[in-house]
């Protein structure tokens, strides 16, 4: 009997005090997990506010312009008119005001004319004065202008001169934040909200504290604030109302401002402290301690069940996760292996060019029609090298200014050819088109890619249609924000499934029979695309047909540079004086065919087998009228090295050089050497060369 009364006892006190201690954990979790959630909800409130401010901001400054203090002046009515439309949208805003460079109010939403008001005193002002790239935001005060309680956001206004202009300030009204932060924390008197400078300054409270209120240096909150800290919680003793708090505070993106919504300790305490008696009392009758016991035990594997199942998403998102990383180092060593394929068949192919040029130079001998036809496969061959290049995106590109509703009318004949007889092509193409800079024999593959897809869905005939628009992009995941022509081309063939859509850029893909097609067209599309700026997509339905949008950057979009477009010249001397070249290159088939092409040119050709052994040569002393090296070399030093140590030790000293690398032309470029890209027939080496002097 005294063992069952001891465990009457023992039982239910030992499971009521396990209970009180998980209890009180609970309590300050939920606390604290609560005000997180409120703190974020007050974050994303106030950074909605703030960025609608700054871009309203932004578009005050653009009307604005470089207009000075009497010209803004002149127009007072004008700027007060739509100050006061931007105004009245915004229930936030107490007033928008524009400073002059002297801190003379000049434009106002709430007056006009405007009063002799200056703030060339005030902290707010200077401080926008002399830190123009930054909003700065004012102690809460009595609004000069818009007579109510507010804090100042300034935003200084320089000229295209960078000549400081003035500042633009909008007032916010405080009353605007506290009535949201009541709403936020309801009728809890044990919640608080707050907004503050990251100076630790209160801009905004609820429930209301007084201004001017220094929060001490020691304070754990002004620590956080010094350390920068993004987000998280702070226990600590309020400077407003002295009370022990935990406070959950967030740091504003882009701005210097902070939110905290806090829960006093001490009546989670009090809580913790009624609900637990009550229990306790329960928990002296044994079976309600069990019941107490059952339940805590559910609580617990309910807890453990969500653990798990946060275990499990956390795994699949790992998972999927790594097969997109194995997926991009798939696509990206495909792509180095096609351009190293590319790099191969481009030498292979300057041979056969350079041994066609002999032959017709030679007269045939009797083979004229077996060498042109060598000649065409070479071409188709060439094509589908910078195919290859293309995809890759190591293909050189001449991006140029393209008026499309000029060109557009001329590319359709080869279009026309593409899709055949049984197709019918349209073109629409507004007056308003923008031009658009991108690679024209890009494009103009590009289209024709297209049109032979849109045949091949249209065996029994149809409609190709090709339409231009301007579109500015400002909020679609898929493409970045700006100004963009789209060419749409449509067909109203077979279509897709979305299987097949999601996967038609992908190179190497095709839906064709072997033998029908490389897979390289589309991904030839995109990449040319991409390189210019922009990006394509596709819209496709089974039986309805296929949209292939391409989306162009105008040429006045920022980023947006003219590639150079000129054929490649040597510009140093008169070739007319030439006698001797050094030919630098590895490829002992590719060296002997461009040296018999130079020989029967005219000139005298010396040989070297890579960067190494042509600056050997020079250093010795040999002196050459011209250097005609490859970039991709073994040795030390490639072609880009040998021509930045010529430029640098030989200065007069005629170079030029050969590759197929996008890379290699941009830097090649930036060297001011003159380029070949290759494969390049002997007219293009001719034409770089000039004529030996006789």
């Not at 926008?128 to 300034?154: C, E, H, I, K, W």
Request: hydrophobic share 45%; net charge negative; aromatic share 6%.
């Amino acid at each position: 009997m005294v063992a069952v009364l001891m465990a009457s006892v023992v039982i239910p006190m030992v499971c009521i005090g396990l209970y009180a201690y998980f209890d009180y954990q609970r309590r300050q979790a939920d606390s604290l997990d609560a005000v997180n959630r409120l703190a974020r909800v007050a974050e994303e409130n106030a950074v909605k506010v703030l960025d609608l401010n700054r871009e309203m901001t932004s578009r005050i400054v653009e009307i604005l312009g470089d207009l000075d203090e009497a010209q803004t002046r002149e127009q007072q009515a004008t700027l007060h008119a739509r100050l006061d439309a931007m105004a009245g949208r915004l229930p936030q805003v107490a007033a928008i005001s524009v400073f002059s460079a002297d801190g003379d109010l000049v434009a106002s939403s709430r007056w006009y004319p405007v009063p002799d008001i200056s703030i060339l005193q005030r902290a707010d002002f200077r401080a926008a004065r002399d830190r123009p790239q930054t909003t700065y935001f004012s102690l809460p005060m009595l609004g000069a202008v818009a007579q109510t309680d507010v804090f100042n956001t300034a935003t200084s206004r320089t000229g295209s001169d960078g000549k400081f202009l003035g500042v633009v300030a909008v007032a916010v009204r405080r009353a605007y934040f506290r009535d949201f932060y009541r709403q936020l924390v309801g009728n809890n008197p044990d919640l608080t909200a707050g907004l503050y400078r990251s100076d630790a300054s209160l801009l905004v409270r609820y429930p209301a504290a007084g201004d001017g209120i220094v929060i001490p240096a020691d304070n754990p909150f002004v620590s956080i604030i010094r350390q920068n800290l993004q987000q998280g919680h702070v226990r600590t003793t309020s400077a407003i109302d002295g009370r022990d708090k935990t406070v959950a505070f967030r740091r504003l993106t882009d701005y210097p401002l902070y939110v905290t919504v806090s829960f006093d300790v001490s009546s989670v305490l009090a809580d913790w402290w009624k609900h637990d008696l009550l229990v306790a009392l329960l928990g002296l009758v044994p079976c309600v301690g069990i019941w107490l016991l059952i339940g805590f035990s559910i609580y617990r594997l309910k807890l453990e069940q969500s653990a798990w199942e946060s275990w499990k998403t956390e795994a699949a998102l790992r998972v999927d996760a790594e097969a997109t990383s194995r997926q991009l180092r798939r696509i990206g060593a495909l792509g180095n292996l096609v351009a190293s394929v590319a790099h191969d068949f481009n030498n292979l192919l300057m041979v056969v060019f350079s041994n066609m040029e002999l032959a017709r130079r030679k007269g045939y001998s009797g083979v004229q029609a077996e060498v042109q036809a060598v000649e065409h496969a070479a071409g188709t061959a060439s094509e589908l090298s910078r195919k290859l290049l293309s995809v890759a995106r190591k293909n050189p590109l001449k991006k140029e200014r393209v008026e499309l509703r000029q060109w557009l009318p001329e590319a359709m004949t080869l279009v026309k050819a593409a899709v055949g007889p049984v197709v019918s092509t349209l073109l629409e193409v507004p007056d308003d088109l923008r031009p658009i800079v991108v690679d024209r024999a890009e494009l103009e593959a590009s289209l024709i890619n297209i049109a032979v897809n849109a045949r091949d869905a249209m065996p029994e005939g149809g409609s190709f249609v090709v339409r231009c628009r301007n579109v500015s992009v400002t909020d679609d995941r898929t493409v970045n924000r700006g100004e963009y022509v789209v060419v749409t081309c449509s067909d109203n063939g077979v279509g897709m499934s979305d299987s097949v859509a999601q996967r038609a850029f992908d190179t190497l893909f095709s839906t064709k029979e072997a033998g029908s097609g490389t897979g390289l067209g589309l991904a030839q599309v995109l990449s040319m695309c991409e390189q210019a700026g922009g990006t394509a997509r596709i819209r496709s339905e089974l039986g309805s047909g296929t949209d292939v949008l391409l989306y162009l950057p105008v040429a006045e979009a920022p980023g947006i540079a003219l590639g150079s477009t000129d054929e490649p010249r040597v510009g140093f001397h008169d070739s007319n004086s030439w006698q001797s070249v050094l030919l630098v290159e590895d490829n002992e088939e590719v060296a002997a065919s461009l040296a018999a092409v130079l020989q029967l040119l005219g000139f005298e050709v010396h040989r070297a087998n890579n960067g190494d052994h042509a600056l050997a040569q020079l250093r010795q002393g040999h002196k050459y009228d011209m250097i005609l090296s490859d970039v991709q070399m073994p040795g030390r030093h490639s072609g880009l090295d040998l021509a930045e140590l010529v430029k640098q030790q030989w200065p007069s000293q005629p170079l030029a050089l050969m590759t197929g690398y996008a890379g290699e032309l941009e830097r090649g470029k930036h060297l001011g050497v003159p380029i070949l890209l290759k494969p390049f027939s002997p007219a293009d080496l001719q034409n770089l060369m000039g004529s030996p002097a006789r």
